[in-house]
């Protein structure tokens, strides 16, 4: 296997881990988000319970540590010449993926006072970042 062989390998299996990360945290972390999401829209954050809303807090911040660990691996990674277009706008997209998801964190504060703006703005900016990840992992798929 030559250099650039073993580069092209290296890439595929970062792009592999990290869309196996994504959709790891995405399993565990929408059960929680489903939960706030239908509280906030029937106006009962209140009615959640402590214990639990204060284990989503954690989950939520540990979910948003694992996304930064995961953009900085993918910043450092190495794209063989002919993806590194598509790997910078990849990488782009992930980092508003990740900042999206930081803000969702944020605005999930203590005492169950969840800041609503904040929430429905970063979902918002969660979806249509992975929307274009998700283009571009499409993409990556058919140029390899």
Not at 27 to 52: C, H, M, T, Y
Not at 64 to 85: F, W
Not at 97 to 126: L, P, W
């Amino acid at each position: 296997m030559n250099a650039a062989q073993k580069r092209a390998m290296q890439y595929g299996n970062l792009i592999n881990n990290t869309v196996n990360t994504i959709q790891e945290e995405q399993d565990k972390l929408n059960p929680e988000f489903e939960k706030i999401r239908g509280a906030l829209d029937r106006s009962k954050v209140d009615q959640l319970d402590s214990v639990e809303y204060t284990r989503i807090q954690k989950n939520f911040a540990d979910g948003t540590k694992k996304y930064q660990e995961t953009l900085a691996k993918l910043e450092k990674g190495k794209a063989p010449a002919r993806l590194m277009g598509t790997h910078i706008t990849l990488v782009s997209a992930f980092r508003k993926y990740v900042e999206a998801c930081a803000e969702m964190t944020e605005s999930i504060g203590d005492d169950k006072n969840i800041d609503r703006h904040k929430f429905d703005e970063s979902e918002k900016g969660q979806d249509e970042a992975m929307d274009k990840f998700s283009k571009l992992i499409q993409k990556l798929t058919n140029l390899a």
